[in-house]
């Protein structure tokens, strides 16, 4: 694994071994001992996109691994200015051992990824969010204890956030299933590879009860992701009756855990009194974004 792109790329026995540093790390962390890593690493963080569990999650997983952070917005960096992907790219090589993304287009990571001679890793685009699932498989995983076998749901919008839980749930051995409503589904690539998929079960349907039933984990966001403020009036309207509520939660297996991938809405995507149940697994999910990127840091750069 030389990059982090998009969890299309790696196969389960990558996500494994992401998961398992992870879990690795997080255990060191909590008993005080020091990592296994070299110091003085430098990590470039480019923000396109606003942030507040990735930056702070990326700068201080980077600090506990003996390195540093360096953080760069538009207005820090040249990219703002129009100098292109491809000669950023190659400046920060010389300066730096990762380059950590958070941007729009899946397009602009991959030519980061193309003309950067270090690691790089997607933080967030419009396509997919692997860091995010990666740190949700890791917390099925604590609270489940497997993930072969169990049944994943996603209910609302099929984003980027969407597209990334298909690809690592059904990589990882889980069935999946996927309500959406029409026009706001997941994008075409991932449909297609689900499509492919054979030891595994995947449905897309437009009815968040069909889809609730028997899960064991359900997954769910905002229905207006950053950048879709001007829909949200009309967003509303269409994922009317998309809320993981008590009544969806009654459908699924006992011990049905919820993931968020947070901030949420209340009374939107997740009535409050779901989301206060399920916190404990909402706010580890949270707290695991930090140790599987610090996993993700760790096997790209030592």
Not at 206 to 219: C, G, Q, S, W
Not at 291 to 299: A, D, E, R, T
Request: aromatic share 6%; hydrophobic share 40%; glycine share 8%.
């Amino acid at each position: 694994m030389k990059h982090l792109l998009k969890l299309l790329d790696l196969s389960k026995e990558e996500i494994t071994l992401i998961l398992d540093t992870a879990d690795k790390l997080k255990a060191e962390q909590k008993a005080g001992k020091k990592h296994d890593f070299p110091a003085g690493k430098t990590l470039a963080m480019i923000f396109e996109k606003n942030s507040t569990r990735t930056r702070v999650s990326f700068e201080t997983g980077i600090f506990q691994l003996g390195g540093h952070g360096i953080f760069l917005s538009n207005a820090d960096s040249q990219l703002g200015r129009g100098e292109s992907i491809a000669d950023t790219a190659r400046v920060l090589s010389r300066y730096n051992d990762c380059i950590m993304i958070r941007t729009f287009g899946q397009d602009g990571v991959e030519e980061l990824a193309k003309y950067a001679s270090i690691p790089v890793i997607n933080a967030l685009t419009d396509f997919e969010h692997p860091c995010q699932l990666l740190a949700d498989l890791m917390t099925i995983r604590e609270h489940k204890g497997k993930l072969e076998g169990l049944k994943a749901v996603w209910i609302g919008d099929g984003n980027n956030v969407a597209n990334s839980m298909i690809a690592g749930c059904l990589k990882c051995g889980m069935d999946v299933s996927v309500a959406c409503p029409e026009g706001y589904r997941p994008d075409k690539k991932i449909l297609d590879f689900a499509a492919g998929v054979t030891d595994c079960k995947f449905e897309l349907t437009d009815d968040p009860k069909i889809a609730a039933k028997n899960a064991d984990v359900i997954f769910t966001d905002v229905w207006a992701s950053m950048g879709q403020e001007g829909e949200t009036e009309k967003r509303k309207i269409a994922f009317a009756g998309y809320c993981v509520d008590s009544e969806l939660m009654a459908l699924a297996n006992t011990g049905c855990m919820v993931q968020h991938c947070l901030p949420a809405h209340k009374g939107e995507e997740i009535s409050e009194e779901v989301f206060e149940k399920h916190a404990q697994e909402i706010f580890d999910e949270a707290e695991n974004r930090l140790h599987v990127q610090k996993g993700i840091m760790y096997l790209l750069m030592k």
